[in-house]
């Protein structure tokens, strides 16, 4: 069997050694007789691993024991609306980043909920080519939250900083991140936020998973009229087991804390690779007059790396010649087109060389 390398935006590429791990114990796990996926969500065995997962997740990233560690379903895209209904109920209006398409769907599926909404800073008039500053950032009056996606999947664009949210008047509200793209890869401050959520399929494990960490005085904050499968502090008090959780994508999950902190040897080893692997692929990109990359230096994305080619007549040949090479989900997102070569956790270094040399070939025969 030849394994390729993935590119894919997500559903994206997990470990070799977590899918062998879980080959494995596919049919017995542990010598119990069967596989996890089979397993009550409430028998000792499978508890003992959601506490594993949740105990090395915390390890990982060093979040406080003031915050609690859901793991629920429904994709991120679901906790556009469970946000809301979580931190409005005291009132206040729900401030926005917009910084490309996943930061739009945010802001439409809370003004479809609320109705009104606060932008505090965009960066549609820069085409998403770089991040609103934080000297830019104002908040309403009412602000109840601040909302920003810190790594654009789509236009491969990223925060290099962790911006500040408070009110005109210098009151602090709760900062509240949509991690999805690039939990994981590096070392992050938790105590800087009030909620963060990741849909797994990224860095995680596979899809249908989403990690939300919340910080434990924003579990009164809900509305009244939230759907109760929503709820932070439901979630919270029930071990995130208010109703069947995706028991198998959080036990891949756990397998894949397990990796990061015994293979890698830990996020700050985990963000010297993701660096390396990014700086090469960039520079390829640089030094090329085939391809380009749109975005401002300093908020390119490391995880997702967008790039077009300067004859798009050539996009077809590109993509197919590719993936008879074994590089596999270089195609963009059909809402901007060109290229896009996610280089998640899992995406090993191997991989970004045999692509730097691919597309170096390319462009000698075609450019």
Not at 157 to 175: C, M
């Amino acid at each position: 069997m030849t394994r390729h390398y993935n590119f894919c935006a997500g559903p994206a590429a997990l470990p070799s050694a977590v899918l062998e791990r879980a080959r494995d114990e596919m049919l017995d796990y542990q010598g119990r007789g069967l596989s996890v996926m089979e397993m009550s969500h409430r028998s000792p065995e499978y508890v003992a691993i959601a506490e594993r997962a949740e105990a090395d997740l915390r390890e990982l990233l060093a979040i406080p024991d003031n915050y609690r560690v859901l793991f629920t379903q429904g994709g991120a895209s679901l906790q556009f609306s469970a946000v809301p209904y979580n931190l409005l109920g005291r009132g206040g209006r729900p401030n926005f980043l917009h910084t490309g398409i996943w930061g739009k769907k945010a802001i439409a599926e809370a003004r479809h909920l609320v109705g009104d909404v606060h932008v505090a800073a965009s960066s549609e008039g820069n085409g998403h080519s770089a991040v609103p500053r934080q000297e830019e950032i104002v908040l309403s009056d009412d602000a109840a939250y601040l909302h920003y996606t810190a790594n654009e999947t789509i236009g491969g664009l990223e925060f290099d900083y962790i911006p500040e949210a408070r009110r005109p008047d210098g009151t602090e509200v709760p900062l509240v991140c949509d991690m999805s793209s690039s939990i994981l890869s590096g070392p992050l401050d938790v105590s800087r936020f009030g909620v963060i959520y990741a849909g797994a399929q990224k860095n995680i494990g596979p899809a249908g998973l989403v990690v939300v960490i919340v910080r434990d005085d924003l579990l009164d904050r809900a509305r009244d009229d939230m759907p109760s499968l929503l709820g932070y502090r439901a979630l919270a008090e029930a071990g995130s087991m208010v109703n069947t959780p995706a028991t198998y994508s959080w036990y891949l999950a756990g397998l894949v804390f397990e990796w990061l902190k015994h293979d890698i040897g830990g996020l700050a080893a985990m963000d010297a690779l993701n660096a390396r692997k990014a700086a090469k692929l960039y520079a390829a990109i640089d030094q090329s007059a085939l391809y380009a990359n749109p975005i401002t230096l300093g908020n390119r994305s490391r995880m997702n790396l967008p790039f077009v080619l300067a004859d798009a007549s050539l996009d077809a040949a590109f993509l197919a010649e590719a993936e008879a090479a074994g590089l596999l989900n270089l195609k963009g997102h059909r809402s901007v087109g060109g290229m896009r070569a996610s280089l998640y956790n899992a995406v090993p270094e191997a991989a970004v060389d045999a692509l730097i040399a691919f597309m170096a070939d390319f462009e000698k025969r075609k450019g």
